[in-house]
């Protein structure tokens, strides 16, 4: 499989499943699941070449495992990171003690002041180990690392979720739960 064409599948289904079903005039259901076959027909309605071994090739090995089948395989979503409102139905999940946030410097302000929010998606996002955290502050600049004390948080009654491709996802996190 050419990895170039892999990842292309990958950033347009972020966008049609994460963002913008509606730019190849797809429905996602109440839960953010594609019907596997329309998806595939939209798609290359609107020039973005799929066949069903191709998607079943860019859902195994996606680096971020960022798409998941249902149980028959009819339906397809993204295990995180939309913008659009989805209820993604995941269990609450008690937190480690501490858990990892990466963004960039121009940021930081604004978190001191406010906290991290969860800007244009559905939930802020919490990686569980520093080296992921960095990954994802370095897809903006030079990443700074937020060390978010999520242990207390949960004490305290916040809610944390596990999506299926191991993200941590959470309403919020006010200031005071930051080590910065
Ligand atoms: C920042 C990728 C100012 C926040 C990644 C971040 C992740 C604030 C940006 C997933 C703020 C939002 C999500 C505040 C938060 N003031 N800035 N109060 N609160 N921010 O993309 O966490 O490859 O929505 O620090 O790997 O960067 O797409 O969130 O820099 O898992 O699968 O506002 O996206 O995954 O940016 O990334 P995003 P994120 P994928």
């Known amino acids: 499989m050419n990895e170039n064409i892999a990842k292309s599948v990958s950033k347009f289904l972020s966008l049609v499943l994460r963002h913008s079903p509606e730019k190849i005039g797809l429905k996602l259901d109440e839960n953010g699941w594609a019907d596997v076959a329309e998806l595939i027909a939209k798609c290359n309605k609107k020039g973005q070449?799929?066949?069903p071994e191709l998607l079943d090739y860019v859902v195994e090995n996606n680096d971020k495992k960022?798409?998941?089948y249902s149980d028959d395989k009819t339906k397809i979503r993204a295990s995180q990171g939309h913008s659009i409102s989805v209820e993604l139905n995941l269990a609450e999940t008690e937190p480690l003690d501490f858990l990892y946030h990466g963004t960039v410097g121009k940021f930081m302000e604004s978190i001191r002041n406010e906290g991290l929010k969860k800007m244009s998606r559905?939930?802020?996002?919490l990686s569980k180990d520093k080296e992921t955290a960095i990954k994802v502050g370095s897809r903006r600049?030079?990443?700074q690392i937020l060390t978010i004390r999520s242990g207390a948080m949960f004490k305290d009654g916040?809610?944390?979720y596990l999506s299926d491709n191991n993200v941590w996802l959470?309403?919020?996190?006010p200031a005071k739960y930051i080590e910065f």
């Open 49 to 51: 070449k799929l066949n």
């Open 158 to 160: 916040f809610k944390f």
């Open 170 to 173: 959470t309403d919020e996190v």
């Open 141 to 143: 600049g030079a990443p």
């Open 66 to 68: 960022r798409f998941a």
């Open 122 to 125: 559905q939930h802020v996002h």
